[in-house]
């Protein structure tokens, strides 16, 4: 797929989800060229599932985050050991490692950010992307990347009933860009919600 293709494909996906509630029932996920060539593999052989840690790996852990009492439950992301710490804003947190900012987490409202999707498809062109069904109806993930010569820009979009935790990261080379693919990839903020729901559906069968 050419970088054009890649765009449409993740605006048209992504547009459904968000304006009509419709979702793949499956992984979907494109690459260009261009960007594949960075991560070092072709358009063809790429597959985000590459980042996939299935089981414990050292030098990376879960990182609980604590956005108040409202939220009903933490959050986990998964980091490098080494970006240890957090930043507090008032309406985000970052990830520090060496006191530079790696990756900045923002907790909204889905409805609120569905009125800035045309914003955000305007920020540049999709290279590639993924997306995860975790659990119908409510629980997805979507990850998106975004060239800007030699930058890459990154997205990830974790949903739940009516919120969004939105991470944003960037990368200037092969090792960064793997180490924010990884991280974005292997977190699973909502995991303990899903674990709830699940138990409840369970539980009223």
């Known amino acids: 797929m050419t970088q054009t293709t890649v765009a449409n494909y993740f605006q048209q996906t992504l547009r459904e989800w968000v304006v009509n509630g419709k979702f793949p029932e499956t992984t979907v996920e494109a690459c260009s060229p261009s960007l594949a060539t960075k991560l070092g593999y072709t358009a063809e052989t790429f597959t985000f599932d590459n980042y996939i840690h299935s089981s414990q790996t050292p030098e990376w852990s879960l990182r609980p ?7 009903g439950g933490t959050l986990y ?10 930043n507090k804003l008032d309406n985000a947190t970052q990830v520090l ?53 030699n930058r890459v820009w990154l997205f990830a979009f974790y949903s739940a009933p009516g919120k969004l935790l939105i991470t944003k ?37």
């Open 65 to 71: 985050l604590d956005f108040g009492p409202d939220l």
């Open 169 to 205: 990261a960037d990368a200037s080379d092969k090792a960064s860009l793997e180490l924010q693919l990884t991280s974005l990839i292997n977190s699973n903020p909502w995991y303990g919600f899903v674990s709830t729901a699940s138990t409840t559906s369970a539980g009223t069968v």
């Open 97 to 149: 490692s060496g006191g530079l900012p790696r990756q900045t987490l923002y907790l909204m409202d889905k409805p609120e950010w569905s009125g800035t999707l045309e914003a955000f498809f305007n920020q540049g062109q999709v290279g590639a992307f993924v997306y995860y069904l975790i659990q119908p109806p409510d629980f997805h993930q979507w990850i998106c990347l975004m060239e800007e010569g």
């Open 77 to 86: 992301i998964y980091l490098p050991t080494t970006w240890a710490d957090l």
